[in-house]
């Protein structure tokens, strides 16, 4: 892992040196500033049974949906295309190396984006100074969410990266796996409710495919293991397999 | 380890793209210091070799050892021995060309205390000094070519491996990088693919032809030039009747072939070539005797050296005729797509 940081670097440098960072970050926050005062100004109207704060982390999946396939298609696909993995790969570094340092760069600059948004709870606790609309446990719970589920967004969109050399592809692929996962897992939830008697271990498995579910949990204060062993084993085997694509694909193709 | 000479050693490699095989049963070896030039015809496999020693790309059969460590089993351990320039010399656009050189050291794991000095004296040989400021995006190719240059170098690596690197260059460049690599000739091993023959002829030790994904040819350009060259060429320049010179020749050796094309120029010469048998030198015996021949004044007389361009279009006609089916991969997939 003698690498690991030399590589993590670089990318760092890349993504604060490219202006689509920057193009990126502000468009993330206009959409995120406007959910936002959605959020609020339905609180105003109807009272809720959450802070708006709570409320507005529960959205998560809007962003992640096209924030995650921009943030991740370039950053394998790109080396792929242009033949700079070649490069790399041909230097003492272990494909290991290469997709952590992807993947780190990635979820940083994502924990980044979320921690802007963090200021529109500082605004809303100066100007609006309630206790009621401020609570910190659900704010705590919420980006200790959106953290944890973020480990598996983005190696979603690294391994997609993986798999191709066409930006564009990996794009689509990641927001098809992210689709999945968010909504298909609660529709299947509810269609299991509905009618019951299936085998168990599909049970099992949509019991793990709560996204939402997990997303209420944190930001009522409700913190289990189960959410943190989905998303932390989920990431690991898509880095493996990103791997495993790194070290295999360069032969096919 | 090291005490074997050969730096490089590649046994029956066998590269195979789905059905379409690329490499196809490759020997050979390279010793220390050695400077091999890699030559073929598109498609010929050399990409792909290169890309298999450099541990890239894994076999589909067959062992590579660089400086002894077979590269599928180590690695990372034979990268540490390569510097490598790929095809079409893919480098990132964003960066300035120091910052990219002092990144690669990093990688390739330059001690910190020589790091600098190893990154200036990359940037002196391939006479980027007053390049390294600049963003590599902006760069033209022949200044992007000499910054892949400069990364193949920067860790002095036992072998070096550059895919067509004088590609893009101007006849000033093509100097530098011969000169260059002849300042580290019998330090490091280099293997050096190229379409630009005279270079390769000019640089290089030994020469291996490959022809689709097989070794057609290999030696020194002087060894090549007996196994493949039929005929030696003399070329003269005359005054005077052509067929009767022919008669008269034919007294001298009968084998002897005249070509001309009679355009004489201002003054009345013509120039005409004279075919001999391969591998011996008639000069002097045909001067004389085009002396001898009365009514016809001879300017000038020489033997024409076979170029190795000339070498390698006989090696891969010969191969080709060889193994005609299936040599010609891409056309074949053409056509199996269409
Ligand atoms: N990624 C690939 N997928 C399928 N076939 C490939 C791939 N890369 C190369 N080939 C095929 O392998 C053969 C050898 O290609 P290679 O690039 O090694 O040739 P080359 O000798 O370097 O040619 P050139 O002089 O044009 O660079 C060709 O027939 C080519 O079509
Ligand atoms: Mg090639």
Same mark, same amino acid.
């Given at each position: 892992?003698?690498?690991?940081?030399?590589?993590?670097?670089?990318?760092?440098?890349?993504?604060?040196?490219?202006?689509?960072?920057?193009?990126?970050?502000?468009?993330? @926050?206009?959409?995120?500033?406007?959910?936002?005062?959605?959020?609020?100004?339905? %609180?105003?109207?109807?009272?809720?049974?959450?802070?708006?704060?709570?409320?507005?982390?529960?959205?998560?999946?809007?962003?992640?949906?096209?924030?995650?396939?921009?943030?991740?298609?370039?950053?394998?696909?790109?080396?792929?295309?242009?033949?700079?993995?070649?490069?790399?790969?041909?230097?003492?570094?272990?494909?290991?190396?290469?997709?952590?340092?992807?993947? %780190?760069?990635?979820?940083?600059?994502?924990?980044?984006?979320?921690?802007?948004?963090? %200021?529109?709870?500082?605004?809303?606790?100066?100007?609006?100074?309630?206790?009621?609309?401020?609570?910190?446990?659900?704010?705590?719970?919420?980006?200790?969410?959106?953290?944890?589920?973020?480990?598996?967004?983005?190696?979603?969109?690294?391994?997609?990266?993986?798999?191709?050399?066409?930006? @564009?592809?990996?794009?689509?692929?990641?927001?098809?796996?992210?689709?999945?996962?968010?909504?298909?897992?609660?529709?299947?939830?509810?269609?299991?409710?509905?009618?019951?008697?299936?085998?168990?271990?599909?049970?099992?498995?949509?019991?793990?495919?709560?996204?939402?579910?997990?997303?209420?949990?944190?930001?009522?204060?409700?913190?289990?293991?189960?959410?943190?062993?989905?998303?932390? %084993?989920?990431?690991?085997?898509?880095?493996?397999?990103?791997?495993?694509?790194?070290?295999?694909?360069?032969?096919?193709? | 380890?090291?005490?074997?000479?050969?730096?490089?050693?590649?046994?029956?490699?066998?590269?195979?793209?789905?059905?379409?095989?690329?490499?196809?049963?490759?020997?050979?070896?390279?010793?220390?210091?050695?400077?091999?030039?890699?030559?073929?015809?598109?498609? $010929?496999?050399?990409?792909?070799?290169?890309?298999?020693?450099?541990?890239?790309?894994?076999?589909?059969?067959? &062992?590579?050892?660089?400086?002894?460590?077979?590269?599928?089993?180590?690695?990372?351990?034979?990268?540490?021995?390569?510097?490598?320039?790929?095809?079409?010399?893919?480098?990132?656009?964003?960066?300035?060309?120091?910052?990219?050189?002092?990144?690669?050291?990093?990688?390739?794991?330059?001690?910190?205390?020589?790091?600098?000095?190893?990154?200036?004296?990359?940037?002196?040989?391939?006479?980027?000094?007053?390049?390294?400021?600049?963003?590599?995006?902006?760069?033209?190719?022949?200044?992007?070519?000499?910054?892949?240059?400069?990364?193949?170098?920067?860790?002095?690596?036992?072998?070096?491996?550059?895919?067509?690197?004088?590609?893009?260059?101007?006849?000033?460049?093509?100097?530098?990088?011969?000169?260059?690599?002849?300042?580290?000739?019998?330090?490091?091993?280099?293997?050096?693919?190229?379409? &630009?023959?005279?270079?390769?002829?000019?640089?290089?030790?030994?020469?291996?032809?490959?022809?689709?994904?097989?070794?057609?040819?290999?030696?020194?350009?002087?060894?090549?030039?007996?196994?493949?060259?039929?005929?030696?060429?003399?070329?003269?320049?005359?005054?005077?009747?052509?067929?009767?010179?022919?008669?008269?020749?034919?007294?001298?050796?009968?084998?002897?072939? &005249?070509?001309?094309?009679?355009?004489?120029?201002?003054?009345?010469?013509?120039?005409?070539?004279?075919?001999?048998?391969?591998?011996?030198?008639?000069?002097?015996?045909?001067?004389?005797?085009?002396?001898?021949?009365?009514?016809?004044?001879?300017?000038?007389?020489?033997?024409?050296?076979?170029?190795?361009?000339?070498?390698?279009?006989? $090696?891969?006609?010969?191969?080709?005729?060889?193994?005609?089916?299936?040599?010609?991969?891409?056309?074949?997939?053409? &056509?199996?797509?269409?």
């Amino acid at each position: 892992m003698r690498h690991f940081i030399t590589l993590l670097k670089h990318e760092l440098r890349v993504l604060l040196i490219s202006p689509g960072t920057y193009i990126a970050a502000i468009l993330f @926050l206009i959409v995120m500033g406007f959910v936002f005062q959605d959020y609020l100004t339905e %609180s105003i109207n109807a009272s809720r049974k959450h802070s708006p704060g709570a409320e507005f982390i529960r959205s998560f999946w809007l962003p992640v949906f096209f924030i995650v396939p921009l943030l991740t298609m370039k950053s394998i696909a790109e080396e792929r295309r242009t033949g700079t993995l070649e490069t790399l790969m041909t230097t003492p570094v272990t494909p290991i190396e290469i997709v952590l340092s992807k993947f %780190s760069a990635a979820y940083l600059y994502y924990i980044c984006l979320w921690i802007m948004t963090f %200021s529109f709870q500082v605004v809303l606790y100066y100007f609006a100074q309630d206790p009621k609309l401020i609570d910190p446990a659900p704010l705590i719970g919420g980006y200790t969410f959106i953290a944890l589920s973020g480990f598996l967004f983005i190696s979603i969109g690294i391994f997609s990266s993986s798999l191709t050399k066409n930006q @564009l592809v990996a794009a689509i692929l990641s927001f098809a796996m992210v689709f999945i996962i968010i909504i298909v897992g609660r529709n299947l939830t509810d269609w299991f409710n509905q009618n019951g008697n299936h085998p168990l271990l599909l049970r099992q498995i949509v019991e793990y495919l709560q996204i939402f579910q997990h997303a209420e949990d944190f930001t009522s204060g409700v913190v289990e293991t189960r959410p943190v062993v989905f998303y932390l %084993s989920g990431a690991a085997v898509l880095l493996t397999f990103s791997i495993f694509m790194i070290e295999t694909r360069n032969s096919k193709n | 380890m090291e005490n074997s000479n050969k730096t490089i050693e590649v046994t029956d490699l066998v590269k195979n793209y789905g059905r379409t095989s690329a490499v196809n049963g490759i020997s050979f070896a390279v010793r220390k210091g050695e400077i091999v030039g890699f030559l073929g015809p598109n498609g $010929a496999g050399k990409s792909t070799t290169m890309r298999i020693l450099t541990g890239f790309m894994h076999a589909t059969s067959g &062992i590579v050892k660089i400086c002894d460590i077979p590269v599928a089993a180590h690695p990372v351990a034979a990268k540490r021995k390569i510097g490598y320039m790929p095809e079409n010399n893919p480098l990132p656009e964003e960066l300035r060309v120091r910052e990219y050189l002092k990144w690669r050291a990093k990688l390739k794991e330059i001690p910190f205390r020589k790091r600098r000095k190893r990154i200036e004296k990359a940037l002196e040989l391939c006479d980027l000094k007053r390049a390294s400021h600049r963003i590599i995006g902006r760069l033209s190719k022949g200044y992007r070519q000499r910054v892949g240059i400069a990364d193949a170098i920067l860790s002095q690596p036992d072998i070096i491996i550059m895919d067509e690197p004088t590609i893009g260059l101007d006849p000033h460049q093509i100097v530098m990088i011969r000169d260059l690599i002849a300042s580290l000739r019998g330090r490091m091993s280099m293997i050096i693919s190229s379409h &630009i023959l005279p270079e390769i002829e000019m640089t290089c030790d030994r020469v291996i032809i490959i022809n689709g994904g097989r070794i057609v040819a290999e030696g020194t350009p002087d060894s090549l030039r007996k196994d493949f060259i039929d005929t030696t060429v003399y070329q003269a320049e005359i005054q005077g009747d052509l067929t009767s010179l022919k008669e008269n020749l034919a007294k001298l050796d009968d084998s002897l072939e &005249i070509t001309g094309n009679g355009n004489a120029d201002t003054e009345g010469f013509s120039e005409i070539q004279i075919k001999g048998a391969a591998n011996q030198n008639q000069s002097e015996n045909i001067l004389q005797h085009l002396t001898n021949i009365p009514n016809l004044r001879v300017r000038a007389l020489n033997k024409h050296k076979p170029t190795l361009e000339e070498v390698f279009l006989a $090696a891969t006609k010969r191969s080709w005729d060889t193994l005609l089916p299936d040599t010609d991969p891409d056309e074949s997939t053409f &056509i199996n797509q269409s």
